[in-house]
């Protein structure tokens, strides 16, 4: 799915996946605004991904970036380590582990759409 003008998308910005949204596109270069400082600045289509909810079927031992908490402006990775239809137990780096609701959630890999 192409991005659209003035959606909002995760992008990557040094190392850390922060919220912004489309304000350009032009042949490969997305202009967005940043949610946490409202700077614009130029990014490659590569490094933007959809914001959730996403349709995915959560998998043990798979990573997702996980929403912020308030506060917080970056998204964080973590891993799955068990899943239900309505509640997720995720890990950080450091193994502590947080419970949350699949729709706060940014699958890395989609794999198979849900039902």
Known sequence: ??????EKVLARRDK???GAR??????GVIRVLWE?????????ISEIGPQPPIDFVP???TYVLA???????TWVLMRIESASQL????SDEMGEP?????RDVLPLDRGPVGE
Do not use: E, N
């Open 87 to 90: 509640s997720l137990v995720l």
């Open 1 to 6: 799915m192409a991005p659209r003008f003035d």
């Open 36 to 44: 946490d400082s409202q700077v614009l600045s130029d990014t490659s």
């Open 67 to 73: 929403r912020p908490t308030p506060g917080s402006r």
């Open 59 to 61: 998998t043990v031992g």
């Open 98 to 102: 947080y419970q949350m609701a699949p």
């Open 22 to 27: 489309i304000k350009g596109l032009s042949k």
């Open 16 to 18: 850390r996946w922060v």
